[in-house]
């Protein structure tokens, strides 16, 4: 299996544009999560997704983040306009839980976003 | 609400030596917990989770850790620390109450000297 697959790996932009990040979960997986990663902050969930559908977005900081999952194999956050303090790793997990919630969830390598 | 605190933000240790990272959470029922890995420029890796029934769970790569409801920890151990064990370390505590979430302290980074 290919695990999560993040792209891109590294984006430099500068505070305004839009940034979009793109996540594939592995396959056969139900449920896909966002996460956030910062030195102050630690590793925040921002939003997670069960069929395709968003479950909890109560960790998206503000309307700026938006995140969809056309199919099950794919998924994006957006952000819009982006400002230096979005500055961070994003990652996106995927797991499944057919055995229960102690089901192991599945990280891709992340997304390294600097905002200038 | 779940919290899960790690003490220790840096460790560091000889190759060789012995390695207990702490983990202590703040849950309302039978925790479900995890421990992960990250080393750098990478995501994270399950190293060992437990949900149920024996309290002293194995891992891959010689980690195991122990549950301990009475004093509300998880921590994480290693009789002898290999120069690759370098990397920062995360408990993780949930889901509950029908939510998928987990919570993550902050991290323990670990250096291992040689």
């Known amino acids: 299996d290919a695990g999560v697959i993040q792209s891109p790996r590294h984006e430099v932009t500068e505070m305004g544009q839009e940034v979009t990040l793109r996540c594939k979960p592995i396959s056969g997986h139900d449920y896909l999560f966002w996460y956030r990663q910062t030195m102050m902050r630690g590793l925040e969930l921002l939003i997670y997704?069960?069929?395709?559908?968003?479950?909890?977005d109560s960790g998206m900081p503000e309307d700026r983040f938006s995140a969809k999952m056309p199919n099950a194999s794919f998924s994006t956050l957006k952000i819009q306009p982006s400002e230096p303090r979005d500055s961070a790793v994003y990652f996106c997990a995927s797991s499944s839980r057919t055995g229960g919630p102690q089901e192991t969830q599945y990280f891709g390598p992340g997304t390294r976003l600097l905002v200038l | 609400a779940q919290s899960v605190t790690q003490p220790d933000i840096h460790i560091t240790v000889s190759e060789g030596a012995s390695l207990e990272l702490r983990c202590n959470y703040s849950?309302?029922?039978?925790?479900?917990l995890f421990w992960y890995v990250q080393s750098p420029g990478q995501g994270l890796q399950l190293l060992l989770k437990?949900?149920?029934?024996?309290?002293l769970v194995q891992g891959i790569k010689g980690f195991e850790a122990e549950f301990k409801r009475s004093q509300s920890s998880f921590n994480l151990r290693k009789p002898s620390v290999h120069w690759s064990d370098a990397a920062e370390y995360f408990c993780a505590v949930g889901p509950q109450g029908g939510s998928e979430k987990l919570v993550f302290g902050k991290g323990t980074k670990l250096t291992v000297n040689p």
């Open positions: 437990y949900f149920s029934g024996d309290t």
């Open positions: 849950y309302g029922a039978t925790p479900y």
């Open positions: 997704f069960n069929n395709n559908v968003p479950i909890d």
